[in-house]
């Protein structure tokens, strides 16, 4: 059972469209991070959210912590070629412990 | 070195092998982590060091899975009588002290398969 569940799983746009990946729980999270993964690589952190409603923002990128900290959400505004990967939400539950991983979002932006 | 290094890049096993995969993590982070990260799948917590400390093993799937870091530094997660539901990438992450704004760095994993 997935603690963490991502939608959609894959999501296929033509250059400048906008987009966004959810990721949901019945848990709460003391953070919230988002990585994003190429092929034969490891995850690298984007971004994390921490408190409640918190809302960062990184270049297009917008990231969204739910109120009751156990959803989040990932925008993307004109979305680019380089913007393709696959994107992972990861719950914290306590600080500094291990991070429960959704399945993750397969993003491809076409030219 | 600059970043987590993982070696071999690529692992093929024959089903019944013993396999060791080893993780350099970035010199002096104390916290190492090693997460299995299957087909398709988001990566999925195996343990947990803080130095030479195994603080949390709870995500090892069975006995065969063993890790160790005996310095603080290099780990090597080694798992035997290799099954084919073990093929997967496994990720090794480290951090200096723990920063949440900061996150883990990840190694580019290793890709076990197992025939």
């Known amino acids: ?111 | 070195g600059a970043g987590v290094s993982q070696s071999p890049r690529y692992k093929v096993a024959k089903r019944g092998q013993d396999v060791a995969l080893r993780c350099d993590p970035i010199s002096g982070h104390v916290s190492l982590f090693w997460y299995q990260q299957a087909l398709g799948q988001g990566p999925e917590f195996l343990t947990y060091f803080q130095n030479e400390a195994q603080l949390d093993k709870s995500g090892l799937p069975s006995d065969r899975f063993f890790a160790e870091r005996p310095e603080g530094s290099v780990s090597t997660l080694k798992i035997q009588r290799t099954q084919q539901e073990d093929s997967a990438v496994y990720l090794c992450a480290s951090s200096l002290v723990y920063d949440r704004n900061y996150g883990y760095t990840f190694g580019s994993g290793t890709r076990l398969t197992v025939v």
């Open chain 1, 1 to 111: 059972t997935q603690l963490l569940e991502q939608s959609p799983q894959f999501l296929s746009i033509q250059e400048g469209e906008n987009l966004t990946v959810y990721c949901n729980s019945s848990s709460v999270f003391s953070s919230l991070q988002w990585y994003r993964q190429e092929p034969g690589e490891g995850p690298v952190l984007l971004v994390t959210v921490v408190t409640g409603g918190e809302v960062k923002k990184l270049k297009r990128l917008t990231f969204q912590f739910g109120d009751a900290r156990k959803d989040s959400s990932l925008h993307i505004t004109a979305a680019q070629p380089g913007d393709t990967g696959l994107y992972l939400c990861a719950g914290e539950k306590e600080y500094g412990n291990k991070l429960v991983f959704g399945a993750g979002t397969i993003l491809r932006v076409k030219s």
